[in-house]
């Protein structure tokens, strides 16, 4: 059997469908319903066992197009950079509120995809947000929470 | 049935719901044209938007991105031979070749006309099938559903797999496992929660549709240093030429149009098959019932090698909104993000609908026929000028996706650990795409998680534990065997490619 990446998923696939399988056993399910034909564990087994089936089947089968993929071409700095911000916007969004975290989130992964027009990356963050905040609120009457806004007065 | 069409044309005609489908029509045009973002991705950045509406006009909005993301696609093929989507491949065999040969405008054209005639008379098709389906299925019972269900998951695995069926239905195992997720709906027992309380109402459709697509297609493009928008640069500097179509291709588009719409339509509605398969059966179709003389043709530019494909896809789009409307089960990835956005609206397709929603079951089949007319009349000529805002660099593109990926997910929730959950799902989505593990049957087993579970506790309480309703009722047992042909037809394909 060779070892490729798709095998090491399908492993991962395995012991992630064993996990789940097992979790699904313990699922406490009220004690009238312990021998019921079905009750809240049965369909999370039938899924772990198909789980294990079709991963098992992907580990033993030899791969009939193994995928290459040619790691020195990813672009996994700037992939990272980019989800380390959205993780940043995701923990002030809230706080901080909508319209100054996605400005500056959208300015600062303009910026960090290489962008330096900065004229073009200000239109394109502080004026579009509020554009689309007032599409979204103003217009179409969806609920959007801004602490900022709210404490300089502009939004009720 | 007069009185329904009349109901829907009455909610799809007012001013809100024909501006919808004509910012739909030109927001799909728009995500269409760019290779690697496709009608679902489409769809999914939507939704945010559809909140502030009621449901009638958020899927009117969303069946115009879905068209209009197939017509951009065949922009593409035609005119770069880079297909935006999948069921536009086939167009280009005759499209791209035509616009090397200076008829860019004409194909662009036989294209639309197609599309537009194609969608015109499946739309026609499905104004009649679909009321007569919604009575059958009254009479279907819950194994004839969970039976359904299974053909569907299979069906999307064998045709969306590219030949990697056993990724594929690892992918339906663990959108059932992440549909698991929360509380169970008759007992109302948390499950996979781990005491976390923001999963005890389960993980949300719009996050996994999100992370999935729109996300994960924008991290993948930085991963893997694409530029869709290249493609439309280069379609923005094209010369089209003339859009007028002779006398004697109107002749050869008559007779192709009826033959591929009906072969489109009968695709559609099939579960997992889609506007790809039925593009390319529709193309070998018209080529083996063709004159030798035009045969020849076929490859270097041929009318009817352009307007076969074209008029079958957008027939198999109109045929796949059949299963979710009459049967509440989605028949590919795009309508499964469709039925999830309507599940949030709280209206349950199925049979019922018609009868219970009719304006929203009305409208949005009048909205079908409206799109079309829309795209053939706007989009046509407005193709040069929807390729100069496409050419963005990718610097913007992919942080604008993100942004209305997350203020999806924050207007819906306002909670970080959905922002969160939806990145990590993003990211290992990611990961799963770089080795071809395909995302679409993930999303339709998403979908249909609850609905196969509570037909299955149904069908194992009425049969107190047996699994004898799989073959009780003939039409269940129909139904498997042709989820078993699937299987097995798949499997000697594989094998025989092997060999």
């Known amino acids: 059997m060779n070892i490729n990446t798709t095998k090491i998923i399908s ?33 999370p087994i039938y899924l772990g066992y198909a789980g294990l089936f079709f991963s098992g089947l992907k580990l033993i089968l030899p791969d009939l197009n193994t995928i290459k993929v040619d790691h020195k071409n990813l672009e996994y700095k700037k992939t990272g950079i980019l989800i380390l911000i959205a993780i940043i916007y995701g923990a002030t969004i809230l706080k901080v509120g909508y319209f100054l975290t996605t400005s500056l989130f959208l300015f600062a992964s303009y910026y960090f995809l290489g962008e330096r027009r900065w004229i073009l990356m200000f239109l394109l963050s502080f004026p579009f947000v509020a554009a689309f905040m007032y599409l979204l609120h103003g217009i179409l009457d969806i609920y959007l929470r801004d602490p900022f806004l709210q404490s300089i007065g502009v939004m009720g | 049935m007069i009185e329904g069409i009349l109901i829907g044309l009455t909610t799809a005609l007012t001013f809100q719901n024909i501006l919808m489908v004509m910012v739909g029509c030109f927001f799909g045009t728009i995500i269409g044209m760019l290779p690697g973002l496709g009608p679902m991705t489409a769809i999914a950045l939507m939704i945010p938007i559809t909140y502030g509406f009621d449901p009638a006009t958020g899927l009117i909005l969303m069946a115009g991105v879905y068209y209009g993301a197939v017509f951009g696609g065949s922009t593409s093929s035609i005119l770069l031979n880079a297909p935006g989507v999948p069921g536009t491949v086939a167009t280009s065999f005759d499209g791209y070749p035509m616009a090397q040969q200076g008829k860019a405008g004409k194909a662009l054209a036989i294209a639309a006309w197609s599309s537009f005639a194609g969608g015109t008379l499946s739309a026609i098709y499905l104004l009649f099938m679909a009321p007569s389906l919604s ?25 969306s797999s590219k030949g990697q069926f056993l990724k594929a239905m690892m992918m339906v195992v663990l959108g059932l496992m992440l549909a698991s997720v929360g509380q169970d709906s008759l007992s109302d027992i948390t499950r996979f929660t781990f005491d976390n309380m923001n999963l005890t109402d389960g993980i949300s459709f719009v996050l996994v549709v999100m992370a999935t697509f729109a996300m994960s297609e924008a991290l993948t493009i930085i991963l893997k240093r694409n530029d869709p928008t290249s493609a439309a640069k280069q379609v923005s500097l094209t010369e089209l030429g ?45 080529r083996n ?14 009318v009817n090698g352009l307007s076969a494909p074209e008029t079958a896809n957008n027939a198999a789009c109109s045929g796949s909104f059949v299963p979710m409307l009459t049967l509440g089960i989605p028949g590919s990835g795009t309508t499964a993000v469709m039925l999830g956005a309507l599940l949030g609206f709280g209206v349950q397709p199925g049979p019922r609908l018609y009868m219970t929603n009719p304006e929203i079951f009305w409208s949005i089949i009048m909205s079908m026929y409206i799109g079309m007319v829309i795209l053939l009349i706007l989009n046509l000529p407005l193709i040069p000028y929807i390729a100069r805002i496409l050419a963005v660099p990718k610097n913007y593109l992919i942080p604008l996706i993100l942004f209305f990926s997350v203020t999806g997910i924050y207007v819906m929730s306002f909670n ?82 092997k060999n």
């Open chain 2, 135 to 159: 009575k059958v299925s009254l009479s279907f019972r819950s194994p004839d559903y969970f039976a359904l269900m299974i053909l569907g998951l299979t069906a999307i695995a064998a045709f």
């Open chain 1, 11 to 43: 492993l991962l696939f395995f012991i992630f469908s064993a996990f789940y399988l097992y979790t699904a056993y313990q699922i406490q399910v009220f004690a009238f319903d312990e021998n019921a034909p079905f009750n809240a564990r049965t369909f």
């Open chain 2, 289 to 302: 019932v063709v004159s030798d003389e035009e045969k020849e043709k076929f490859g270097k530019g041929s």
């Open chain 2, 416 to 497: 970080n650990f959905d922002i969160y959950l939806m990145i990590g799902i993003a990211v290992v989505a990611t990961f799963l795409r770089l080795y071809d593990f395909p995302m679409p049957p993930l999303i339709l087993a998403f979908v249909l998680g609850g609905l196969m579970e509570e037909n299955l506790r149904r069908s194992l309480l009425l049969s107190n534990g047996s699994w004898e309703f799989l073959w009780d009722r003939t039409l269940t047992a129909c139904i498997l065997a042709t989820t078993i042909l699937i299987v097995v037809w798949h499997i000697y394909k594989t094998f025989k490619r």
């Open chain 2, 242 to 286: 003339s859009i007028k179509i002779n006398k004697e291709e109107r002749t050869k588009m008559y007779k192709t149009i009826p033959r591929s719409s009906v072969i489109g339509f009968l695709i559609g509605v099939l579960p997992g098959a889609g506007a790809t398969i039925a593009s390319f059966l529709a193309y070998g179709m018209e």
